[in-house]
């Protein structure tokens, strides 16, 4: 395994934003993994998957490892029911990849986790979501690195300390994920979560699994922007909780804003909502821009500086706090 000083790292944020990293790497086993980690033990340490939650603004001043671990196998339980399935999938797999090859099988459980661009290690730093689910409804175990003393760790799902958007390894930078394994089923009843998917699926009397992959594939493709195309990171703030009487407070003046209970008096709102109340749906300013089909996503028009990204973002937040009162928290990961 070679090492690479002054790497450009524009090919490896979805946003295309410029930085040099310090060292570079592409452990392609778990071997060179723990020895890039050993031979650098006092540099800093970004772990890069599909570079699509992340940006920069200034060069990363350490080791940047880009794993390219690849493999996915089929495992069993000796508690298995017949309806069960178990992969392994090592953390440098395509996702979507992945729910084609479950939906193709008859695999059910990642079908409305379709088209969100990145590796499968990523899924549950982020407990990607979207339509209803989160990645977390289907891990049983995640591997990693220990990248302080090289070990390999197992967290169970309660070990991974899911949240929104959230989980231990977001909030640390300590584990480097290798692999991930997921419990699926084989049988499949449709159940209604999320208002455009429904609509998307109301003239099929008894949607498959199948129906629902395609059926998330369209209106994505409707509402979000290719990455390749126009540069995004896909959803850029998360979705806020908000007291109840915040929300009544909104809704005297909007009453299609959505709400969803939550718990301890809190409900979660739209983002995109409060964006596009506040003026930002589809505005742009030089080079950076909210898309005009979705306002939660910031796309990149054509700067290589991710400061030109930021002070769009700080200009978002301050037009949806002077109009309601609440602070957008970013989704993207910002370096």
Not at 135 to 151: L, P, Q, W
Not at 169 to 185: G, W
Request: glycine letters at 6%.
């Amino acid at each position: 395994m070679d090492y690479y000083r002054q790497t450009q790292l524009k090919d490896y944020n979805s946003l295309k934003t410029e930085a040099q990293a310090k060292i570079f790497c592409k452990p392609t086993t778990i071997e060179e993994l723990r020895k890039c980690l050993s031979d650098y033990p006092d540099e800093k340490k970004l772990i890069i998957g599909g570079g699509c939650n992340l940006f920069f603004t200034k060069d990363f001043d350490g080791l940047v490892i880009y794993p390219h671990i690849k493999g996915l196998r089929e495992i069993s339980d000796d508690d298995d029911e017949d309806d069960d399935v178990f992969l392994e999938v090592n953390a440098s797999e395509n996702w979507d990849e992945l729910v084609a090859y479950c939906v193709e099988r008859g695999f059910v459980g990642l079908e409305n986790l379709s088209l969100i661009p990145g590796t499968v290690g990523a899924a549950p730093i982020q407990n990607i979501g979207a339509y209803g689910a989160e990645v977390k409804d289907v891990i049983r175990e995640v591997v990693a690195i220990d990248m302080e003393t090289g070990k390999i760790v197992s967290f169970s799902n309660a070990e991974c300390e899911f949240g929104y958007r959230d989980s231990i390894f977001k909030r640390t930078n300590k584990y480097l994920i290798v692999s991930v394994v997921i419990h699926l089923k084989r049988s499949f009843v449709y159940t209604p979560k999320y208002a455009d998917l429904n609509k998307e699926l109301e003239e099929i009397e008894e949607p498959t699994v199948e129906d629902v992959r395609n059926a998330v594939i369209r209106v994505r493709q409707r509402k979000l922007p290719d990455e390749r195309v126009l540069p995004n990171a896909g959803s850029f703030f998360k979705n806020p909780y908000i007291t109840k009487e915040a929300a009544d407070k909104i809704l005297l003046e909007y009453p299609t804003l959505p709400v969803f209970p939550y718990k301890d008096g809190l409900v979660k709102t739209s983002a995109a909502f409060l964006i596009d109340k506040a003026g930002y749906k589809g505005k742009r300013l030089g080079d950076v821009g909210t898309y005009p089909n979705q306002p939660l996503i910031i796309v990149n028009y054509g700067t290589t500086d991710g400061n030109d990204i930021v002070s769009f973002m700080k200009e978002v937040q301050g037009a949806v706090n002077d109009k309601f009162g609440i602070e957008l928290e970013p989704e993207v990961r910002i370096y």
